[in-house]
């Protein structure tokens, strides 16, 4: 299996604050990566494919980058509906897994 | 507007089967650029992989559950199930089905359920 390690698991940030959140992957996974965003009491919801791609009606705040086994995640400028944890998932083979997780949480 | 809905029984028994059916209203259900999955999440912790199936009944299961577990289809109802047997407290957990869409560059779950809770526990 793929293993996905996400940093830090959990952070404290002020609104209008840069995050990052960094994901590392045990072997190559080409640019097979998503990223998913959950708050309290609901499901996952999809923020960014492939690596660096936005999904449809996701805010421009929201970026990621990297290839190969090192990928990055960050929000330009925090907001309040932004504080939630956040899910790296890999799609380069089977089982596909997630990352631990990173809280992001209010400063 | 495609919605998944799972339901299900909400406590099960130690050493007994948990069954839950995910029932998908809206959109296309067929389509070959879907993979229907399940997904599961302990409190507190990760998201967990469990295993998905095509419109056409092919499946694929997590290894770290593959001997326990079957998800089953009905294209006629637009519903799809997941059955896990031998349960123990291990298995409880908020467990969501959701779309897995590939097409081109796209590979992901774009669609969820809103989950539902599983105790296992006498």
């Known amino acids: 299996d793929i293993q996905m390690t996400q940093s830090p698991s959990s952070l404290s940030a002020s609104v209008g604050d840069r995050v990052t959140i960094t994901c590392q992957a045990s072997q190559d996974i080409s640019n097979y990566l998503n990223w998913y965003q959950q708050k309290p009491g609901k499901a996952p919801k999809l923020l960014i494919y492939?690596?660096?791609n936005l999904e449809t009606g996701v805010p421009s705040r929201f970026s990621g980058s990297g290839f190969g086994t090192d990928f990055s995640f960050t929000i330009n400028g925090l907001q309040p509906e932004d504080f939630a944890a956040y899910y790296c998932q890999h799609h380069s083979d089977l089982p596909l897994t997630f990352g631990g997780g990173t809280r992001v949480e209010i400063k | 507007q495609v919605q998944l809905q799972e339901s299900g029984p909400g406590l099960v028994k130690p050493s007994q089967t948990l069954s839950l059916t995910c029932s998908v209203s809206?959109?296309?259900?067929?389509?070959?650029?879907?993979?229907w999955s399940w997904i599961r999440q302990p409190a507190g912790k990760e998201l967990e992989w469990i295993g998905h199936i095509s419109p056409t009944g092919n499946t694929n299961y997590n290894p770290s559950l593959k001997s326990r577990v079957t998800i089953s289809i009905d294209t006629s109802k637009k519903l799809y199930s997941l059955k896990v047997t031998s349960v123990t407290a291990a298995d409880t957990a908020v467990y969501y089905c959701?779309?897995?869409?590939?097409?081109?560059?796209?590979?992901?779950?774009?669609?969820w359920g809103q989950g539902t809770k599983v105790t296992v526990s006498s």
């Open positions: 809206g959109g296309y259900f067929s389509s070959g650029n879907y993979l």
């Open positions: 492939d690596a660096s």
């Open positions: 959701a779309r897995r869409l590939f097409a081109g560059d796209y590979d992901a779950f774009d669609i």
